[in-house]
């Protein structure tokens, strides 16, 4: 029989591929998706579906003729950018203020906030929409700012709160024993320290904002429609652009893909409202 | 001037309540621990003077000057944590000098002070390095110096050596010693450690179940304790207590008989006791003599013998099944199961009543 | 010695400023007070107002196409809304939807991740290949799906078929439900095996150690330590996902618009073909009302465990 080195070698080797293989079959449609991008309108039709092609790069460069991409865009950054914000300034007093002045209805408060963010969007979408359509609100991108921040508002108050209370209560005490005043504190002492908690929680609500394909699609038309909203009206039977249809996804995926990438183990957190850490 | 008074201190949390009724006056000048078990309230004591818990009612005034309800910054207390709380993000320097920026000092001055505190402290080439770069010890320096640079009327100390290793643990405690000799500033200083309050404390404040128990220089509780439990706290290793039935008592001295049968007569204060109360002996293991196993006031079995070179500690139990622990000196050859004979030294004897109250001695020997 | 320079100059020394005479008590319960209320201000709004119109409209005939007569109606919207053609199949589609994704992304998610656990050689580039899908957008990752693979003619799919000798399969057209199926599953995937990969990472090395000297193999290992380990977190996900896949919205209305007829209809599409296709406010919102009891079911229990989970921390 093989030495126990030797069968360890050869079970990781196996396991090893394997894992690629499944990684890679997993991988494959946002691969296909972006070799497609490189590929003309003719070649991206083309039956069967050809791995080998000239690559162009006009798809990219017309980015902005069947539709105005960075109009969509903009409205995408405009609404993930304002929305995380506003809701930062928001969140993180109150998970300052239930980390560290912790009081009898704290933890009922933060699971109720939690509660909130599992209601269904299609359970409100009547009261809104006809909410939003008395107040002129519709298309615009400031309804969709509010409403974004509404539903992000539990997981960044929930995510700063976790990471706050991993700061040591009396690293504060002592900045409030050298004389620190309550903003001081916060600004000179707890938000350093805690930057990088902060920084996953502004990514996961970045993600989440950019991604959302709900109320993006239901309260915008053509002024405060964002890349989403694009991307579904490629579904009309207008003409198969596929290949321009790639682009513009590729386009509109790549940022949110290297957030991902990059803070996957933070963002874990958030995702499971604190469960699995 | 820095004079700390404490009046009738009381403090809860919910229901349970942590300080019962403190009253205690610090002066200038002085080293004062705060010592007890776990959950005595000595580190609520020091954050309630440091205005970090709030008081449910009490007083506490620095320079006759209320400060109870003062926020910590305006009290002109610094303290150094347990933890050490340095600021991570911020340099050794930074961490020294955050203070005295918030009170917007001129920089020249804040330099000045700086180097000198890290000059005391020996922390001159770790200015520019971050709290994670350092060691345990030199970040407890660098939490000193903190407090340091502020220069204030008094520092706290929160068991600020219970983190080190013991190697460290008796390197700071002379550096502190050192410190409050240098600076010649009123200290507070808590701590579970004896050892530590018995070797730093100008004053000793032991501290149980939300009350003190007794204040004196350490020397004082440490031969004239005010009760069981001063008496069984303050000495390593610890007071053995064997209960007795007093005999008689006249003034010279009473006499009370133990478990296994032996009288002593101790030369103690007969006024408080009756003829049949129950007492308590205590006797420290220095004060207890091994000798003949038929000779000495009782006997017992040699249970076990830890040899520490200097010294050795017997643990023996009597016939009556008591524990008493004896020194002997460090070539000390007996056996496990052996049976010696004990003879105490009465003068040195302590005799409490049924609720743990010293009795007098009829003259005050020692320190 | 010289510690003249550390003498007081009154750094410390207390002013007459009202700030200074408060009490501590009294600032902490300020400060709670005005830093927590704003965002539960908001989110009390968020929930109160929307969810009590939708109750209102619920109870009323309303709709967009006939203003003015609203007259209440008790549990009509309700009766019609149970009984519309729509809802039994919508119903259905929401359950084998939500019941079929929770079981390919648990079992697989459960596989991948322990496979994905072992070192080897790339083990972080697989590890990102595998958490993309999540971070697509809804409405790429049904268009990706529908054009570039399930396309009958020049999709991947089809040219997999047509290489092995099958006649490929419209998807859309044969199985509607079945490809939706797909396409979620493949987006909440990585969700799985992300939450699994960090639940394992805290799985106990020692005990695994303790296992393998008493003679355990890697089925038992997997059967007796790895998969208790995991029950909670894969309840996490289970939960999670339920609450999300009840809603799911985009991609159907990316790709089949409900149909045919119902055969992709969930809940959730048709609330809105009830409210912004045929304009009957008060239809949608009964059927708004349901959705949202649905969901409160399974968040009842998720929030049970995130409390048990916050004490337990903390």
């Not at chain 1, 053509?222 to 386009?251: C, H, M, N, R």
């Amino acid at each position: 029989m093989l030495s126990l080195k030797h069968r360890r070698r050869v079970n990781t080797l196996l396991l090893g591929t394997l894992a690629w293989g499944v990684a890679l079959a997993i991988f494959f449609p946002i691969f296909w998706m972006i070799l497609t991008s490189f590929k003309t309108e003719i070649d991206a039709f083309a039956t069967p579906p050809q791995l080998f092609f000239t690559p162009t790069l006009e798809n990219y460069l017309l980015v902005n003729e069947r539709s105005d991409y960075f109009h969509f865009a903009w409205n995408s950054v405009v609404v993930s950018f304002g929305s995380t914000i506003i809701g930062m300034l928001i969140a993180v007093p109150a998970a300052y203020s239930m980390a560290f002045f912790e009081t009898k209805r704290t933890k009922s408060t933060l699971l109720w906030m939690l509660s909130t963010k599992m209601l269904p969007s299609v359970g409100v979408l009547v009261p809104i929409y006809l909410l939003f359509k008395d107040l002129g609100m519709l298309d615009t991108r400031l309804g969709l700012v509010i409403i974004y921040t509404l539903i992000n508002l539990p997981i960044m108050i929930w995510m700063a709160y976790t990471y706050f209370k991993e700061i040591p209560k009396e690293v504060l005490e002592a900045a409030r024993m050298d004389g620190a005043t309550l903003l001081q504190e916060i600004w000179k002492v707890l938000l350093p320290m805690s930057k990088g908690g902060l920084a996953s929680t502004v990514l996961l609500s970045l993600i989440l904002s950019w991604n959302e394909a709900f109320w993006s699609l239901n309260l915008t038309a053509s002024q405060a429609a964002p890349l989403t909203a694009l991307i579904a009206s490629y579904s009309s039977p207008e003409g198969l652009f596929w290949a321009k249809l790639s682009a513009v996804s590729t386009l509109a995926c790549a940022p949110i893909l290297i957030f991902g990438w990059v803070s996957q183990k933070q963002l874990v957190r958030g995702l499971s409202f604190g469960a699995v850490k | 001037m820095a004079n700390l008074t404490i009046k009738n201190l009381k403090k809860s949390y919910g229901e349970v309540e942590i300080l019962k009724g403190i009253n205690l006056d610090i002066k200038d000048h002085e080293f004062v621990v705060f010592v007890g078990p776990s959950g005595c309230g000595k580190s609520t004591l020091l954050r309630s003077i440091a205005g970090l818990e709030e008081v449910t009612s009490g007083q506490i005034f620095l320079d006759n000057k209320e400060i109870t309800e003062l926020a910590p910054a305006k009290r002109d207390l610094a303290m150094v944590f347990q933890s050490y709380a340095l600021y991570p993000h911020m340099s050794v320097r930074k961490n020294m000098s955050f203070a005295l920026e918030l009170a917007g000092q001129d920089k020249d001055l804040i330099e000045t002070k700086v180097t000198e505190a890290a000059r005391i402290l020996e922390l001159g080439p770790l200015l520019d390095r971050k709290p994670k770069d350092l060691s345990g010890g030199q970040r407890q320096r660098v939490a000193i110096g903190r407090s340091i640079v502020r220069h204030p009327k008094v520092f706290l100390f929160d068991e600020p050596l219970s983190n080190l290793d013991a190697a460290l643990r008796v390197q700071m405690r002379l550096e502190l010693a050192r410190l409050h000799h240098d600076l010649d500033a009123t200290m507070i200083y808590v701590t579970h450690d004896q050892v530590e309050a018995m070797t730093l404390a100008d004053k000793v404040v032991v501290l149980n179940q939300g009350r003190i128990e007794q204040v004196g220089s350490p020397m004082e509780l440490y031969y004239h304790p005010a009760n069981q439990f001063v008496a069984g706290f303050l000495g390593m290793p610890k007071m053995s207590f064997l209960p007795a039935e007093v005999l008689a008592g006249d003034q010279s001295g009473v006499q009370i008989e133990l478990a296994s049968g032996s009288q002593v007569h101790l030369p103690v204060s007969s006024e408080a006791v009756t003829r049949g109360s129950s007492v308590t002996l205590g006797v420290r293991p220095e004060h207890i003599q091994v000798t003949g196993k038929h000779e000495g006031v009782f006997k017992g079995r040699l249970d076990v013998a830890e040899h520490l070179g200097s010294d050795t500690y017997c643990y023996v139990k009597t016939d009556a099944k008591e524990n008493l622990t004896v020194r002997t000196p460090g070539d000390f050859q007996g056996v496990f199961g052996d049976t010696v004979g004990l003879n105490l030294d009465l003068s040195q004897c302590h005799l409490f009543d049924d609720h743990g109250q010293a009795i007098h001695k009829l003259s005050r020997s020692a320190a | 010695m010289n510690t003249s320079v550390l003498q007081a100059d009154g750094i410390n020394s207390s002013s007459e400023r009202e700030d200074s005479v408060m009490g501590i008590a009294k600032q902490n319960a300020k400060i709670s007070r005005y830093m927590v209320s704003p965002s539960v201000l908001v989110l009390l709004l968020w929930m109160i107002v929307p969810l009590s119109m939708t109750i209102y409209f619920s109870l009323i005939r309303y709709n967009l196409l006939y203003p003015g007569e609203n007259e209440f109606v008790g549990l009509e919207n309700f009766h019609f809304f149970l009984t519309d053609e729509g809802f039994v199949a919508g119903m259905g589609n929401t359950l084998l939807l939500v019941g079929a994704v929770l079981l390919i992304t648990v079992v697989l998610g459960v596989l991948i991740s322990v496979l994905v656990n072992q070192a080897f050689w790339g083990q972080g580039f697989v590890r990102v290949m595998l958490i993309s899908p999540f971070f697509i957008m809804p409405t790429v990752n049904a268009l990706v799906w529908k054009n570039l693979l399930l396309h009958p003619v020049s999709g991947v799919f089809a040219a997999i078929w047509t290489f092995f000798g099958a006649e490929p399969v419209d998807w859309f057209s044969e199985y509607p439900l079945f490809s939706i199926i797909m396409i979620v599953s493949w987006q909440w995937l990585p969700f799985a095996i992300l939450l699994l990969m960090t639940a394992l990472q805290s799985l106990d090395q020692e005990q695994q150690e303790a296992a393998r000297l008493d003679g355990a193999g890697p089925w038992a290992l997997f059967y007796h330590l790895t998969l208790p380990h995991l029950a909670r977190p894969i309840a996490v996900v289970v939960m999670i996902e339920t609450i999300f896949l009840l809603s799911i919205f985009a991609e159907i209305f990316t790709t089949t618009g409900g149909g045919p007829g119902y055969e992709t209809t969930n809940l959730a599409y048709l609330i809105y073909s009830q409210a912004l296709l045929q304009f009957d406010v008060g239809l949608a919102s009964a059927g708004g009302l349901i959705a949202v009891v649905l969901a409160n079911i399974a968040a009842f229990f998720l929030v049970r465990l995130v409390g048990k989970s916050l004490t337990e921390k903390h």
